[in-house]
């Protein structure tokens, strides 16, 4: 049982360039969300989705795009990157969203923009 | 947005030693979960807490989530090397914030051998 797989698991860019983060879960979880962890500021939700084709804004959404085409994947894009936006990414999933459900993370991709 | 802040943000002890994290806020939580993060990986649930008041213990660790649902606490007994990690509350707001899981900033847990 994978449970929730991102890759990649580091990624170098320089300003400006574009990427997707990948998340699956094998756990036919309704709820995915992406967090983004940085020194002193702790987990920051950016982007969540409680079902295919619905997704909804976090905490810190600006110069991040999601999309939920299957209940399996939700990627993560970033158009433009900006070094701003280098930090540790987490994926999570969960069967309702709600308290009474755990959130199931992935072990983070490592994102550095220079 | 709901706040939750934690202390003491950076703990350092000896095996065998007992500590308290604690987790605070001004507004009211549906409920609140605690997890585990150890380097290079995602966190991990160690327990939720739904009703005021309540008390739940998982072998050495003790959580208690306060009677206004504003406030919880995370004891360990007798403290082993294995317990080292980042530990993180996290809260469901009531009302209009189901699905935002806010956390706070964590505290930094080393028990030393």
């Known amino acids: 049982n994978a449970g929730v797989t991102q890759t990649p698991k580091f990624q170098v860019l320089k300003t400006g360039q574009s990427m997707t983060l990948q998340c699956a879960q094998d756990?036919?979880?309704?709820?995915m969300s992406w967090y983004r962890q940085d020194p002193g500021m702790g987990l920051r939700l950016i982007h969540y989705?409680?079902?295919?084709?619905?997704?909804d804004q976090g905490e810190v959404p600006n110069g991040y795009n999601v999309s939920r085409s299957t209940t399996e994947d939700f990627p993560l894009r970033l158009l433009s990157a900006a070094p701003s936006q280098t930090s540790v990414y987490f994926c999570?999933?969960?069967?309702?969203?709600?308290?009474?459900?755990?959130?199931?993370f992935g072990n983070g991709t490592r994102l550095t923009v220079t | 947005t709901q706040l939750l802040e934690q202390s003491p943000q950076f703990l350092s002890i000896q095996e065998g030693e007992n500590l308290t994290v604690y987790c605070n806020s001004s507004?009211?939580?549906?409920?609140l979960q605690w997890y585990r993060q150890e380097p290079g990986e995602g966190p991990v649930l160690l327990v939720t807490?739904?009703?005021?008041?309540e008390v739940k213990k998982l072998k050495r660790l003790t959580f208690q989530f306060g009677d206004a649902r504003k406030d919880s606490s995370l004891h360990i007994t007798a403290a082993q090397t294995g317990d080292t990690g980042l530990y993180l509350c996290?809260?469901?707001?009531?009302?209009?914030?189901?699905?935002?899981?806010?956390f706070g900033k964590g505290t930094l847990l080393t028990v030393n051998p």
């Open positions: 989705s409680v079902g295919a084709g619905i997704t």
């Open positions: 807490v739904v009703t005021g008041g």
């Open positions: 996290a809260g469901y707001g009531s009302g209009g914030s189901n699905y935002k899981l806010t």
């Open positions: 507004s009211v939580f549906s409920s």
């Open positions: 999570a999933s969960s069967y309702s969203g709600r308290g009474d459900s755990p959130l199931h």
């Open positions: 756990m036919n979880h309704e709820y």
